[in-house]
């Protein structure tokens, strides 16, 4: 059989299922239909019983399009009989009239089924050194669609399965499995895949890293997705719950610009950032534009944008969390956290930048954020004084900024016109915890947390009930993606959008 002629026109989203009974698995179908899945794959690895009678269940009048799948344990399926009863199911699904059958890599080719096939091969461990050689071998098949699925060490094995899926001239599917691959299946459409797949609910995946349907068809616009697509994404570790996605392709959305935004997870350490920022500049067919950056590669993404590539403050503060690719692929970065931060509490207070001038500031703690806002409040002549439980770490970052220093356990006799948590003492789910005692709050007439989640820390709660004007971490959080936006789209953000994604986000998690 040759190559099929009649793929979807589109990359079918489809739905695995794996429920252990056929009548169950014909439910999780007709789910699957009013959820808007395009095809279903049965895993009838799963099924306790695969025999004739539940293939006819789950095939005769199906509702959907199905793929017949009985994986076998050698490549990360359920299967342990032998390989004649397995490919025996697989037949019987065939005579059935499944629309596809797929059937792995290795197996004989003289004993295949006669259906329409999707030949595959999955590497649970890595992505396959040989990898060039299993495309070409898929390539070359009489399979109706070729498909590979290997694990991710990061987000670039994502670009690298992206790459092969462009340059396929065939119906395939190739995944990058994991949270680190999770692009490779957003993007699959972008790149006119065969499919991709995506889960009923949380806790139904067949593999790692899989989203929900809903997850594709709402939070990254699945329908809207195509060859034009720009892509921009959020790098750091963790990333699963990074509220970016959710924020600027609501935006995107609204702005009517074509454009999708996702999550890539990186692990620590600069070898791994560079090795993802390398292959997103040395892949112009991605069309990528904006990346943001969170813990722990914001330093990261300094030293490889590099220091001629920046403002001055961001390079003063050591750190960027916003790059956009030009069209040659150059890069330039922002620190969008230092301005954020000031106009929140700019804002808050009815001043502008300027009106800081002078003003005495406690600011508590001295890690990465307390850095950014630190060197914002120097450069508009604020007078800052840095609490911090490690001392020495406070005198350093105070003798950089000329500000001054002292231990943590001298807060409670701050005298400060302006208090500033920079500290994640009293995130959720610790909210009943504070960095500041009550007492200590008597003389400041502004506190601002830059704690966001969730929304009324205890510090601002008993702030206000002390008479404190309070500015929310939300608003510092909200800044910056605005203004990463507008950097990367040259548009004005949609900012009331942007803030209630991010409450109604905060509000589903406490």
Known sequence: MGPMTDAPANTALIVPLTQPTPEAMRAGMDAATQAGA???????DYLQRPDRAALRLLLEG????VIATCRPTRQGGRFEGSETDRLGILSAAAEL??????????????RLPRARTILSH??????PGNLEAIVRRLAESDAAVGKIAFAAAGPDDALAALDILRSAGRPMIVLAMGEGGLASRVLARKFGAFGTFASLEEGAESAPGQLTVAEMKCLYRWHSIGAATAVHGVVGCPVAHSMSPAIHNAAFAEAGIDAVYVPMLTEPGPESFNRLFDALAGAAWLDFRGLSVTIPHKQNALSRVGGDSVDELSRRIGAINTVLF???GSPRGWNTDYAAAIDALAAGMGIAREGLAGRAVAVIGAGGASRAIVAALAQYGAEVTIYNRTFPRAEALAGEFGARARPLEAVGELAAEIVINCTSVGMHPKADETPVPPEALAGAAVVFDTVYNPIETRLLREAGA???TTVSGVDMFVNQAVEQFGIWTGQPAPRQLMRSIVVEQLSRET
């Open 466 to 468: 002390a008479g404190c």
């Open 38 to 44: 395009d095809m279903v794959e049965c895993r009838l």
């Open 122 to 127: 999955h590497d649970f461990s890595a992505r």
């Open 62 to 65: 199906r509702p959907l399009p």
């Open 97 to 110: 009239k499944a629309d596809y059958v797929d059937v792995e890599d290795d197996c004989d080719p003289a």
């Open 326 to 328: 030009g069209g040659d």
